[in-house]
């Protein structure tokens, strides 16, 4: 009896797993602060967890996935879960004084969740640590935790019965421009991912301990590894603990978490094949290593070992859109190695990891596009698919993807426009428009590594926020959310723009 009086909402009901998720994160949160930290944050972090668990209760109690239920509603769903999780984050931020603005509460809670590592906080009395207490640092690196493999994905895995639409949704937050399946149910697939991510996180943790760092600081910093956020406690970043062993654990968790999770899944398996085949791993790995040497070359700095670890570093950290730090690119290295890293942000790494940015293969199917349509010139008539590799792109795919490269042009170009109207530079204005939209973390000039994002104004900050949301979820998600915002005369225009909708149930 109970069931049928539950309200069918879908949103409802991922909002309440997603809410129960980002409580269990802040209690969390509060225990490290007992354990570690010397204030009362801990009761703050509690008590917006024990609330937030139990809104996030309720919803699910009161409400029922639909029978029928619309791609629309996947969507919406989608990005109104990422929407409630970056109200929820930004509340700590608040309550214990951490931060005093909305907007900046805002800025960081979503740079936590999208993982890009960009930050409004200040150093305290201890000018290499940031103003604010441990749990809530701890807090930080939960946020990019839950945001670096999706905390949809642990929905689907956790709903006790998903039909095609979980597929739906696992696209509509996965990383790339096709989702994939590792088993025949999507419940199982979502298990998978989930487990692979833990065990990933375990051995960084146990990697970083042998490097030398305390717990904390190895659980913290592991978080924001895997998920390839690189938020830290230290306002040098990893460049603080002053130790090449910690950066080469570093180095060697930040290119896994820049790869394929399905391939190397696969790979643990015992099934190396579809990882040794990919074109878009070998562009990766080339494209890391001719990255390095140029930045090497061309930075100014020494070109010794030193010198060589850091572009090294420093490429990996931009390329997997990580965002750690150990070398102050932005305001040392010269211009061509500037330019390099510049180019590297929006790209991101491989599709199907936790990096964010365009992803490979896109890049590599827009090449392959680009190639066909040139040969047309000489031969009208030629009919030849898109490749990546040895893999046939369906044509759908590639629209799919030069529309979203166009979207992505104009986010980046618009942004970088809206920044410079609020009177900063124009290096700081594309760089910060770049490295928000490919969650990258620091940029060039005034939000360099060295730097932060409290000098922008308000609505620069704003602008970089959209950025943020718009490259974690890939833009369609939040375009076609739209569609369902409660606005009397927008609906009816972008219901008219959508209105393709006679094919858009999917079965539950």
């Not at 069931?3 to 994160?25: H, K």
């Not at 030629?382 to 529309?403: N, T």
């Not at 992505?408 to 426009?417: E, I, N, P, T």
């Given at each position: 009896m109970?069931?049928?009086?539950?309200?069918?909402?879908?949103?409802?009901?991922?909002?309440?797993?997603?809410?129960?998720?980002?409580?269990?994160?802040?209690?969390?949160?509060?225990?490290?602060?007992?354990?570690?930290?010397?204030?009362?944050?801990?009761?703050?972090?509690?008590?917006?967890?024990?609330?937030?668990?139990?809104?996030g209760?309720?919803?699910?109690?009161?409400?029922?996935?639909?029978?029928?239920?619309?791609?629309?509603?996947?969507?919406?769903?989608?990005?109104?879960?990422?929407?409630?999780?970056?109200?929820?984050?930004?509340?700590?931020?608040?309550?214990t004084?951490?931060?005093?603005?909305?907007?900046?509460?805002?800025?960081?809670?979503?740079?936590?969740?999208?993982?890009?590592g960009?930050t409004?906080?200040?150093?305290?009395?201890?000018?290499?640590?940031?103003?604010?207490?441990?749990?809530?640092?701890?807090?930080?690196s939960?946020?990019?935790?839950l945001?670096?493999?999706?905390?949809?994905?642990?929905?689907?895995?956790?709903?006790?019965?998903?039909?095609?639409?979980?597929?739906?949704?696992?696209?509509?937050?996965?990383?790339?421009?096709?989702?994939?399946?590792?088993?025949?149910?999507?419940?199982?697939?979502?298990?998978?991912?989930?487990?692979?991510?833990?065990?990933?996180?375990?051995?960084?943790?146990?990697?970083?301990?042998?490097?030398?760092?305390?717990?904390?600081?190895?659980?913290?910093?592991?978080?924001?590894?895997?998920?390839?956020?690189?938020?830290?406690?230290?306002?040098?970043?990893?460049?603080?603990?002053?130790?090449?062993?910690?950066?080469?654990?570093?180095?060697?968790?930040?290119?896994?978490?820049?790869?394929?999770?399905t391939?190397?899944?696969?790979?643990?398996?015992?099934?190396?094949?579809?990882?040794?085949?990919?074109?878009?791993?070998?562009?990766?790995?080339?494209?890391?290593?001719?990255?390095?040497?140029?930045?090497w070359?061309?930075?100014?700095?020494?070109?010794?070992?030193?010198?060589?670890?850091?572009?090294?570093?420093?490429?990996?950290?931009?390329?997997?859109?990580?965002?750690?730090?150990?070398?102050?690119?932005?305001g040392a290295?010269?211009?061509?190695?500037?330019?390099?890293?510049?180019?590297?942000?929006?790209?991101?790494?491989?599709?199907?990891?936790?990096?964010?940015?365009?992803?490979?293969?896109?890049?590599?199917?827009?090449?392959?596009?680009?190639?066909?349509?040139?040969?047309?010139?000489?031969?009208?008539?030629?009919?030849?698919?898109?490749?990546?590799?040895?893999?046939?792109?369906?044509?759908?795919?590639?629209?799919r993807?030069?529309?979203f490269l166009?979207?992505?042009?104009?986010?980046?170009?618009?942004?970088?426009?809206?920044?410079?109207?609020?009177?900063?530079?124009?290096v700081?204005?594309?760089?910060?428009?770049?490295?928000?939209?490919?969650?990258?973390?620091?940029?060039?000039?005034?939000?360099?590594?060295?730097?932060?994002?409290?000098?922008?104004?308000?609505?620069?900050?704003?602008?970089?926020?959209?950025?943020?949301?718009?490259?974690?979820?890939?833009?369609y998600?939040?375009l076609?959310?739209?569609?369902?915002?409660?606005?009397?005369?927008?609906?009816?225009?972008?219901?008219?723009?959508?209105?393709?909708?006679?094919?858009?149930?999917?079965?539950?």
């Amino acid at each position: 009896m109970m069931n049928t009086a539950r309200r069918p909402s879908l949103i409802a009901q991922i909002i309440g797993l997603t809410l129960a998720f980002s409580g269990a994160g802040l209690v969390l949160s509060a225990l490290v602060e007992i354990a570690y930290g010397d204030t009362g944050d801990w009761r703050v972090l509690g008590l917006l967890g024990l609330v937030t668990l139990l809104i996030g209760y309720v919803l699910r109690a009161f409400t029922s996935i639909p029978d029928r239920i619309l791609r629309l509603d996947v969507f919406a769903s989608v990005t109104a879960s990422w929407l409630s999780m970056a109200l929820v984050g930004m509340l700590p931020f608040l309550a214990t004084g951490a931060i005093s603005d909305l907007d900046m509460a805002l800025f960081e809670s979503v740079s936590g969740f999208t993982t890009t590592g960009a930050t409004v906080l200040q150093a305290g009395s201890d000018p290499t640590v940031f103003d604010a207490s441990v749990g809530l640092l701890f807090w930080r690196s939960v946020t990019q935790w839950l945001g670096g493999m999706g905390v949809i994905v642990l929905v689907v895995a956790v709903l006790p019965s998903v039909g095609s639409w979980g597929m739906g949704l696992l696209e509509a937050e996965a990383p790339g421009p096709t989702g994939e399946r590792l088993t025949p149910r999507v419940t199982h697939t979502a298990q998978h991912l989930w487990a692979f991510y833990v065990g990933f996180t375990l051995l960084t943790i146990i990697g970083y301990l042998a490097a030398g760092m305390n717990l904390y600081d190895a659980a913290s910093h592991s978080f924001t590894t895997v998920s390839t956020g690189g938020f830290s406690r230290y306002t040098l970043s990893i460049a603080h603990f002053e130790s090449a062993a910690v950066e080469w654990v570093a180095i060697a968790a930040m290119l896994v978490a820049g790869s394929s999770f399905t391939l190397l899944y696969r790979l643990v398996r015992g099934k190396p094949g579809p990882l040794v085949r990919s074109v878009e791993f070998r562009l990766y790995v080339v494209l890391v290593i001719l990255a390095t040497f140029l930045t090497w070359y061309s930075s100014g700095e020494p070109t010794t070992m030193t010198g060589l670890r850091n572009s090294l570093f420093t490429v990996t950290a931009v390329v997997t859109t990580t965002g750690y730090g150990t070398a102050d690119f932005g305001g040392a290295w010269k211009p061509p190695a500037q330019a390099v890293l510049l180019i590297l942000m929006p790209i991101g790494a491989m599709a199907g990891s936790t990096a964010g940015g365009v992803k490979l293969v896109r890049v590599l199917a827009v090449a392959s596009l680009a190639h066909r349509e040139t040969l047309a010139q000489l031969h009208q008539k030629l009919i030849r698919p898109v490749r990546v590799g040895r893999s046939l792109i369906d044509e759908r795919v590639v629209d799919r993807v030069v529309g979203f490269l166009v979207l992505v042009l104009a986010a980046f170009g618009g942004s970088g426009l809206l920044i410079a109207l609020t009177g900063e530079d124009v290096v700081t204005a594309f760089s910060a428009s770049a490295t928000t939209f490919g969650n990258v973390g620091p940029g060039l000039g005034d939000v360099g590594p060295r730097s932060d994002f409290a000098g922008l104004t308000w609505f620069a900050r704003l602008v970089c926020i959209a950025n943020m949301l718009l490259g974690r979820l890939e833009i369609y998600p939040i375009l076609l959310a739209l569609v369902k915002l409660p606005i009397p005369r927008a609906r009816p225009l972008l219901a008219r723009t959508f209105r393709r909708r006679e094919s858009v149930y999917v079965d539950a």
